[in-house]
């Protein structure tokens, strides 16, 4: 089942990540294999109740409600609020924006100035360089989270460095690692993007220590998950952070984690990120808007809010399976951020359940 | 982003109000069209049966394809009308015509013995062998009355599901 030859190959990946997915999809069964006698036309005709499941599937389904961006209400323009309002957009758009492009500006010149010389002239001294390199990232991130006015409210010992550990997150938007990255300088696996954001990350982000995947490559699981456990037996490595969901979800929802963060035989310590709506939405819904729009989304809204918890790290208890584990550290995760959690991969946003998945159902 | 923006207009509603019998509450209605608004990523104003398929819960319901048959090139107005079915104010006669459209596969108003087979395969897969189904339909057909041959119109269905309670909903959810 291909659609639109996005993705091919992702049935195998749901097979080996997904714990029995029939336990969650309601059961669908309309026959009972009853011995003859007791079968009427009457019951073999009777579809109902797996049109109804279908049916409830098209009016509302709990897959979808991860990746809706609610847009605002329409306000009540009255005399006083709409020359307010007017006036916000003007200070946003023609004060403070250009204010924050500047704020932005500045950071990335004292950045790259330093980054640069520092990269290319201290060849030789690895380890002083990677702590400069280390702190630069934190400044540098600290300007981006300056320039949309993020206001962070960290909670919980902050991350230490430390072998054999890695964080795993929830995930609203690429800013999360930027939010995350000015406390602590994390290495971080991510999905290899185009433009300007892909520079960034093959010249920056390696000097932290990064590990790329291929969403579209079907072999790329078992390269990536032998250079999560390379990276994490390392002990000058940044520690690792993971965004388990695999794609970007909009903070009242989480999707099942994957597991491949919770079988490298580590500690792993979940972070729970939660923003605050109240000026912008920070969900990037990547199926509507650019990460550029987005960015520019932010800049131009007067604050965005979070709260970051860094959580009890935790450890695969005996008898544990990794799924389980990622399950239970994804429930950690979602009472802490106030978040549902819904029985889907998130890689359905990408391609579509394959023909055996309809087989499972029946035997339901 | 979101498509609230192409608002539904009071005219609008009363409309597809009309077009349904009724069967959805003003509420439900606006609700639906939030939801044709993000089905129809495109904004053409029609839902490729495609996109129907972009929801796991549907994809992985065994009548899917069946349905996706008749799904095909949606307006609001057809969207409407083909949700009704599960409004629970629709009649019973209403539900086991639409039951009988998944069957008739052909859209010549008989269901023949393979139109049955057809979604009795849907529906059970590989739990059954096609001489299983085989044997248990013309069983069955037989006890009550018809054979293998007979092809059973919308007449026959209401005499069949006619007296019983059928239970055909699913819930609009109204915010």
Redesign the interface.
């Known amino acids: 089942m291909n659609s639109s030859g996005v993705l091919k190959s992702s049935s195998s990946e749901l097979d080996l990540d997904r714990p029995n997915i029939e336990d969650y999809l309601p059961s669908g069964a309309a026959i009972q294999q009853e011995p003859r006698g007791k079968l009427r036309l009457h019951d073999l005709l009777d579809i109902s109740p797996t049109l109804s499941e279908a049916a409830g599937a098209i009016v509302d389904d709990s897959f979808t409600r991860c990746f809706k961006s609610n847009p605002p209400e329409p306000w009540n323009w009255n005399i006083y609020l709409f020359p307010l309002w007017c006036f916000g957009v003007f200070a946003r758009y023609l004060i403070i924006f250009p204010t924050r492009v500047l704020v932005l500006t500045i950071g990335w010149i004292i950045f790259l100035s330093s980054f640069i010389p520092v990269h290319f002239l201290l060849k030789g001294h690895d380890k002083l360089r990677r702590s400069i390199e280390r702190s630069l990232v934190e400044m540098i991130c600290s300007f981006f989270v300056a320039s949309w006015t993020g206001v962070v409210r960290y909670h919980g010992p902050r991350p230490s460095r430390r072998p054999k550990q890695v964080f795993v997150a929830n995930h609203t938007s690429m800013i999360d690692f930027i939010v995350l990255e000015q406390m602590t300088a994390f290495a971080v696996i991510m999905q290899k993007h185009p433009g300007w954001v892909g520079l960034l990350q093959s010249t920056i982000l390696e000097s932290v220590g990064c590990i790329w995947f291929n969403r579209s490559e079907a072999k790329d699981r078992e390269i990536v998950a032998r250079k999560l456990r390379e990276h994490v037996q390392g002990a000058d490595n940044n520690p690792l952070l993971i965004f388990p969901e695999g794609t970007c979800v909009n903070n009242h929802y989480t999707v099942m984690f994957k597991k491949g963060a919770f079988e490298l035989g580590c500690t792993v310590c979940p972070v729970a990120i939660k923003y605050n709506k109240i000026f912008v939405d920070a969900f990037w819904n990547s199926r509507k808007q650019s990460f550029t729009k987005h960015l520019l989304q932010l800049m131009t809204s007067w604050a965005v809010v979070c709260d970051v918890w860094y959580l009890e790290p935790q450890n695969l208890k005996p008898g544990e399976t990794p799924i389980e584990f990622a399950e239970r550290v994804r429930d950690i995760i979602s009472t802490r951020a106030g978040l549902k959690m819904v029985p889907w991969d998130g890689y359905l946003k990408y391609s579509r359940p394959s023909p055996k998945h309809r087989e499972r159902n029946i035997g339901s | 982003?979101?498509?609230?923006?192409s608002m539904l207009t009071q005219y609008d509603i009363e409309e597809v109000q009309q077009h349904c019998k009724h069967a959805f509450t003003q509420q439900e209605i606006v609700s639906?069209y939030q939801?044709f608004c993000?089905l129809d990523?495109n904004n053409c104003g029609f839902i490729p049966s495609?996109e129907?398929?972009?929801?796991?819960?549907?994809?992985?319901?065994?009548?899917?394809q069946s349905?996706l048959r008749m799904l095909d090139g949606f307006n609001f107005k057809e969207f409407i009308a083909f949700?009704s079915?599960?409004s629970p104010r629709s009649t019973l006669q209403h539900?086991i015509e639409?039951?009988f459209k998944?069957?008739d596969t052909d859209c010549n108003g008989k269901v023949s013995f393979d139109d049955?087979l057809t979604?009795?395969r849907d529906?059970?897969?590989?739990?059954?062998s096609e001489h299983q189904r085989k044997e248990?339909?013309a069983?069955?057909?037989e006890?009550?009355g018809?054979t293998k041959d007979s092809f059973l119109v919308l007449s026959d269905?209401m005499k069949?599901?006619g007296n019983?309670d059928?239970?055909?909903?699913?819930?609009?959810?109204v915010d």
């Open positions: 982003m979101g498509n609230t923006s639906l939801r993000q990523r495609d129907f398929l972009s929801i796991p819960e549907f994809a992985v319901n065994p009548l899917s349905l949700l079915a599960f539900k639409f039951i998944v069957y049955m979604v009795l529906l059970t897969g590989q739990y059954m248990v339909l069983q069955v057909l006890e009550a018809y269905f069949i599901l019983s059928l239970k055909m909903e699913a819930e609009v959810p």
